[in-house]
């Protein structure tokens, strides 16, 4: 009897440890990599015909996370573009999910089932998701959340850096919309001072401007974490998503910290110009003072144009990046009329016997020592007029003019951004390439201040 | 010889005496071993030789019977004339006992309770072991719909083990969970039915139930039992030994059990039991022993939840959205683990007049409910209303019928919880805090009970029982960090007020930390009860008077910000105490026939429950003025023909001035918060008809019919008060004091939510002579109600919370019929149960086999209305959609479900 109880309870006993498994869960994996792509973005777009479709293909594609809840100015929306850094392609996808962030951070590769998913265009914007009707129009709306694991997977690739695409704001047109992309030298109107990103509970839109007049709306929230933050008023840099509102175009950032003004204000003042009448004429090193080089500018045009926004740039040697700027924004050209930006300007006052109206100092565009190229670049980023090939150090080349000078033929009416050596008079100390082996010494052998046109 | 009591008043004395007999066997007629010999009262005791041969030397004053006893025998009790000397009985006939009854087997239902707040179906335990017809009914068929007997609440019922008092302090209910499996030890009690008298205790409206736990009156030997099922455990194993009152003085009984299933009826409700019991007596002399036990019932359950009638058309009624696959496991969010050993010493005296039970009882431990928080992140439970179809159905702003139709799907394909996606959200949070964690709700304690039971028999008339209890309990409530779910660390902050929980400590907590909230509730209850019983040849009279009193306080340890002055720190001590009365007259005019009529008035006093409206936030409680109180009346009627038996009783319960609160968001018309809703000053009124009756045409053939008409209802209009923080977070407080009066809420005439207030059973059984039976029962039940939404029924809701005003359109007719009160609809439910015995070379084989709803009905058997919509213009666009997103969550009923125990005793 004993013995048949002992037995009992070791039995007991034992299925008493077996089955207590306790708190030892295994921990799931956090990404999944279990679909192939089979279609680009760029490839669905191309196949969109102008009506709000449910995709039946088994077609998957991928995307990269560009947008983010975080801070509340999204909701119910993920961006994603075809590419971390060239992207060709954007779509929204709408999804009923709050902090969507958490589930598909920003920079992250996410694949994407098609099939089941409504494709459609807002306003020029692209959308996935799923669809409702509004009196028998079909929109894309947002996939139920209990959809989202079936559609999107995310990848267990590291996350990349997202490379923004630089616009500028007067070459908007043939941008992408729904692609993350950078403008800089932005700045609030001085009128919106003082008021915050978005007014409560409401969508508001923020008027960008650049220091040329055109502009591009800022649309936040009125639901974000930063939307009673002030607007700042210096200038600066945003990056963002952009949107289109049909013609126009929209910025829709992820963060208060996507709005970084760290520069002065525009200047005020008459909008900039542009002008292909003011071409380089002369630029000097003479062989007998290295410290009265120069660079002059004519203006071939009939008016005396400001020259704001204007810049000289000087790529040395073989650079392809840009060695360093010379901003004419203070100067204004009169018609028939040079500029001279002299390297040392005390230096070029004695020698030449008059100041010139600007120095470039040390190592600027002025202080070319002959095999440096250059470019005369517009307000709006144009190149108008270039010396010499970015890339090509000038020695011994058909833009060398060392200890001599380059001087403008007559007749160049018009700026040319590619360097055509047929329009210049190149003397030097090597003479190769159909330049004429003569150096110059000033102040005889040079014109500063006139040109004959 | 004669032995008198000398100096005794009453001149009462002992008489020796010698009883001979044989015992033998109704079929076979060969005389029966090993057959238990004892004088009742009296702890001397002999066992019958192999011939079944005994002769038994005792000494009784009066009232003497001889008990003989076997197992697989009907006990024998016989009145002896102790008048001769030698008493010779001849052959005394012994006929073998029906399969192990059913209260014998009877799976504790506490087991399946599917309610969140505990006592709703474990009233079940409290009827095991009683012969009551209707109680029995009321246990096996009634149960499956959450019948409570009389409509009253668990913590009416008090429960002792061994005289010492087991009901919780906290909320006042029996703790079953903490004997659970070991029903072998617990099934030799003494019950008290409703407002009968007791010996031990002054009882609670429902009466009460004293278990008797003494290895020396246990069924000597060992019973291996094994159970199936697929209700709440799939599988039971438990083993159980008793020395019995040997040769010596020492006796001993142990008992193990496991219980354990992957999931139980409902999906995903995970089950994983064992316990331990062991104890032990030493006789002192043949009046008095000494005898300890210690036991330990360790219970983790995964737990399922009320759901939609949305969700219920969805994915049907064995739906539990708490859980999910976690790699192949079956994870489950919500689990309630129960650890709370207890040891007693107990000292008995037993004369023939004087009976003295002194008891002393340690208990500690922990009981946490498990569930999974969310921070900043969103909702993970698959119910949430922005999930379901209805949300797209509801949505004005153009045709979603594609979106409900995905959501449909997705439900079904994924309608679980999501454990991967909480990791993942954890592992690419930028802040590098959890955004989803699992955690628990803690009550640790250690409690000490006290208590001294002195039965007196003054004379042959009458009787005196007193007693006194005492019980000091210390608990630590506090929430406990379980599992950080690949998250580095959890931020301690409040996400929708966005403020600090535990000022003085760090926000930055990790896994086994305290978080939320911590306090610690010291609380004593003292009881006392003294009862004169008379019992004449006719008529029987008792009075019992009783005296409570209890002290509770709170200790804050944790300074929040929500709370500033009023969270952490002692807080101040409330003292209540009350006298209660209960009394009875009976009469029998014959053998067959007996009424009574018995009433008492006893005070209800608040328990920590309803004293505290939000103790984990603060120690801010209701203020009692007038304390609740309960009267209570019954009249019965007993009768025991030869062929019918039974009880019919009327009853009638008035409680005055009690106080219910209930936690939930809502979107009110003076604004939307988390609030506790204090409900104060009700008066109810439960009433009705018992009845219980069995006839038995044939000695084979049973018949039964049972039930319960009732009606239990609140008799007035509460007041109504509501309670939030005033932090500004992203909710603007709804009034800068954070509690308003809401004047009193119309709530007179509706029924409380009680399980079926109208209840029939009739049942017919058959028992065979070859000890197998059969018995199949048809219930109707009705007239169940779910709790309702209070704060529609007040007048802040016809408020615009956004202008302040009364709404000025109310369409009348169609709000009146949104709230009028409806019972779930009524259910039929037919069971079966039967079973069979084997007596073989003394061990004894029992099978018991139970099918309960075999018509696999669909059905509600509880729930409760949604308390969001709280202000008019929300609430009729919620009842007039096809698809409410907020309409009542209901518990559904088990569909059919069996139970099949095998047991073995040798």
């Known amino acids: 009897m004993r013995v048949q109880w002992l ?24 990404c999944l990599d279990s679909w192939s792509p089979n279609i680009a973005l760029n490839e669905l777009q191309s196949l969109y015909q102008d009506e709000t479709t449910s995709i039946e293909e088994e077609w998957i594609t991928e995307g990269w996370v560009i947008s983010s809840d975080q801070e509340g100015n999204f909701f119910g929306s993920i961006y994603i573009q075809d590419h971390p850094s060239i992207p060709s392609a954007g779509f929204e996808l709408l999804i009923d999910l709050p902090d969507t962030h958490l589930f598909f951070p920003p920079g992250r590769r996410v694949l994407i089932r098609l099939k089941g998913l409504y494709i459609g265009k807002s306003r020029g914007n692209f959308q996935l998701g799923s669809v409702y009707s509004f009196f028998d129009q079909q929109n894309v709306g947002r996939l139920p959340a209990n959809k989202v694991e079936e559609h999107i997977q995310l990848t267990c690739e590291e996350p990349t850096s997202i490379v923004p695409r630089a616009i500028r704001l007067n070459k908007l047109e043939g941008e992408k919309a729904g692609i993350y992309i950078e403008i800089d030298s932005v700045q609030f109107p001085e009128e919106l001072w003082g008021h915050p990103f978005a007014e409560p509970e409401e969508e508001t839109s923020r008027q960008l401007e650049d220091c040329y007049g055109n502009t591009i709306e800022l649309l936040n929230s009125g639901y974000a974490d930063f939307a009673t933050s002030i607007l700042p ?15 126009a175009f929209n910025i829709l950032i992820s963060k208060r910290s996507d709005v970084q003004f760290s520069s002065e204000r525009c200047p005020s003042g008459p909008d900039p110009v542009s002008s292909t009448s003011v071409i380089i004429s002369e630029i000097a090193d003479p062989d007998n003072n290295n410290e009265a080089r120069f660079v002059e500018l004519y203006n071939t045009g009939e008016e005396e144009l400001p020259l704001l926004g204007w810049k000289l740039e000087r790529y040395t040697n073989d650079n392809l990046n840009l060695s360093s700027v010379i901003d004419l924004s203070e100067l204004s050209i009169k018609a028939k009329g040079t500029i001279v930006i002299a390297s040392n300007a005390v230096v070029f006052e004695e020698v030449f016997g008059f100041t010139p109206q600007l120095e470039g100092g040390k190592n600027s565009a002025a202080d070319s020592n002959g095999d440096d190229n250059l470019v005369l670049r517009d307000p709006f980023g144009l190149a108008l007029d270039v010396f010499g090939r ?23 009416t018009q700026g040319n951004p590619i360097y055509d050596p047929s329009e210049w008079m190149l003397y030097n100390d090597t003479g190769l390439s159909g330049t004429l082996n003569q150096p110059m010494f000033a102040p005889v052998d040079f014109s500063p201040g006139g040109h004959i046109n | 010889m004669l032995s008198c009591i000398l100096g005794s008043t009453w001149a009462v004395c002992a008489q020796t005496f010698t009883v001979k007999g044989t015992v033998v066997d109704e079929k076979q007629r060969t005389g029966i071993k090993g057959v238990q010999v004892y004088l009742e009262g009296n702890l001397q005791r002999l066992t019958t030789s192999s011939n079944g041969q005994f002769e038994f030397i005792g000494d009784c004053a009066s009232d003497c019977f001889l008990v003989l006893e076997k197992m697989g025998y009907t006990r024998l009790r016989l009145p002896i004339d102790p008048s001769g000397e030698i008493i010779e009985l001849g052959l005394i006939i012994l006929s073998r006992k029906y399969p192990v009854e059913k209260r014998d087997v009877l799976l504790n239902l506490s087991e399946s309770d599917l ?40 913590s009416e019922g008090q429960v002792q083990i061994n005289g010492l008092p087991m009901n919780s302090i906290i909320d006042g209910r029996p703790q079953w969970n903490n004997w659970g499996g070991l029903n072998d030890v617990m099934r ?42 697929n209700r709440s455990y799939a599988t039971r194993l438990m083993a159980t030994h008793a020395s019995g009152k040997g040769e010596g003085n020492l006796s001993f009984a142990c008992s193990l059990s496991r219980r354990w299933a992957k999931e139980g009826y409902i999906r995903g409700t995970t089950y994983n039991a064992y316990s331990f019991f062991g104890s032990l007596e030493l006789e002192l002399n043949p009046y008095s022993s000494l005898f300890a036990l210690a036991m330990l019932a360790y219970n983790r359950r995964g737990r399922s939840s009320p759901i939609t009638q949305e969700v219920f058309n969805l994915a049907g009624r064995t739906y539990n959205p708490n859980w999910g696959k976690q790699g192949d496991r079956i994870r489950n969010a919500r689990e309630r683990v129960i650890s709370e050993p207890v040891f007693t010493i107990n000292y008995q005296l037993t004369k023939e007049r004087f009976r003295l039970r002194i008891g002393l009882g340690y208990q500690f431990g922990n009981i946490s409910s498990s569930r999974l928080g969310y921070f900043q992140a969103p909702n993970p439970d698959p119910t949430y209303y922005r999930y379901l179809p209805s949300f797209y159905f509801n949505n004005r702003f153009g045709d979603y019928a594609i979106n409900a139709q995905k959501a449909s799907e997705g439900f079904l394909s994924g309608g679980q919880l999501g454990w991967e996606k909480l990791y993942r959200a954890n592992t690419n949070n930028p802040a590098a805090k959890a955004s989803y964690i699992t955690y628990s709700d803690v009550a640790e304690g250690r409690q000490i009970t006290g208590s001294a039971i002195a039965n007196l028999k003054l004379n042959q008339l009458i009787n005196l029982d007193a007693g006194i209890s005492y019980r000091t309990r210390n608990t630590e409530n506090f929430a406990r960090i379980d599992d950080l779910l690949g998250a580095a660390v959890h931020l301690d902050i409040e996400p929708f007020s966005d403020t600090q929980n535990d000022i003085n400590a760090q926000t930055e907590k990790g896994v086994g930390d305290r978080f939320s909230y911590a306090y610690l509730l010291e609380a004593r209850v003292l009881n006392t009860f003294i009862q004169l019983h008379l019992q004449q040849k006719k008529w029987t009279t008792f009075i019992t008077a009783g005296w409570e009193s209890t002290e509770y306080q709170r200790e804050g340890l944790f300074l929040n910000a929500r709370y500033p002055d009023e969270s952490f720190g002692q807080g101040p001590r409330f003292n209540y105490a009350g006298f209660g009365l209960k009394a009875g007259v009976g009469y ?77 968001f809502t979107d009110s018309g003076l604004g939307s918060d988390f609030v506790q809703e204090v409900l104060s000053g009700i008066d109810s009124w439960n009433r009705g008809l018992e009845f219980g009756l069995e006839f038995k045409p044939s000695s084979t053939v049973s018949l039964s019919l049972a039930g319960n008409i009732g009606s239990y209802q609140i008799v007035n209009n509460p007041r109504t008060e509501l309670y939030f923080d005033v932090t500004e977070g992203e909710q603007n407080p709804i009034h800068a004091s954070g509690e308003i009066d809401l004047g009193s809420a119309n709530l007179k005439g509706i029924y409380t939510a009680r399980g079926p207030q109208q209840a029939v059973s009739f049942g017919v059984t058959y028992r065979d002579p070859d000890y197998w039976f059969v018995s199949a029962t048809i219930n109707k039940l009705s007239r169940n109600f779910i709790d309702i939404s209070v704060l529609p029924r007040t007048a802040s809701f016809y408020l615009n919370p956004e202008t302040g005003e009364p709404y000025v359109e109310i369409d009348r007719d169609f709000l009146e019929k949104s709230l009028i009160q409806k019972p779930l609809p009524e259910v039929y439910l037919f069971n079966l149960v039967g079973g069979k015995s084997w007596l073989l070379n003394g061990w004894y084989l029992g099978i018991f086999a139970s099918v309960n709803n075999l018509f696999d009905t669909a059905f509600r058997s509880g729930g409760f209305e949604q308390s969001r919509n709280a202000h008019y213009a929300q609430f009729i666009k919620d009842k007039r959609s096809a698809t409410p997103a907020f309409s009542p969550k209901y518990w559904y009923g088990y569909g059919r479900t069996y139970f099949l125990n095998l047991s073995l005793s040798f």
């Open chain 1, 390 to 412: 970015i890339g090509e150090d000038g020695s011994n080349t058909d833009h060398e003019f060392e200890d001599g000078k380059a001087e403008r033929q007559s007749g160049i």
């Open chain 2, 115 to 154: 309610n969140e707040e505990d006592g709703v179906s474990d009233v079940v335990g409290f009827l095991q072991g009683s012969r009551d017809i209707f109680l029995n009914r009321a246990a096996f068929d009634f149960s499956q719909s959450f019948f409570r007997v009389r409509g009253y609440d668990s």
């Open chain 1, 233 to 247: 008023e210096g200038s600066g840099r945003v990056r963002g998503i952009l949107t289109r509102v049909g013609d």
């Open chain 2, 588 to 664: 029998r005019p014959n053998a067959r026939i007996q009424f009574n009529l018995r009433a008492a008035l006893k005070p209800r006093l608040p328990t920590p429950k309803n004293l505290y409206i939000n103790p984990r936030d603060n120690q801010k409680s209701l203020s009692y003025d007038i304390l609740p109180t309960a009267r209570s009346i019954e009249m019965n009627t007993l009768f025991r023909f030869p062929v019918l038996t039974g009880r019919i009783s009327a009853y009638s319960t008035w409680f005055r001035n009690t106080s219910e609160i209930g936690f939930y």
């Open chain 2, 188 to 229: 030799y009690a003494t019950h008290s039915l409703n407002l009968e008298a007791s010996r031990t205790s002054f009882e609670g409206l429902m009466g009460g139930v004293n278990y008797r736990v003494r290895p020396s009156q246990m069924r000597p030997g060992t019973r291996l039992t094994t159970s199936f099922s």
């Open chain 1, 7 to 30: 037995i009992i309870s070791t039995l007991l006993a034992c299925v008493c440890m077996a089955c207590n498994r306790g708190n030892n869960y295994e921990k799931p994996m956090v």
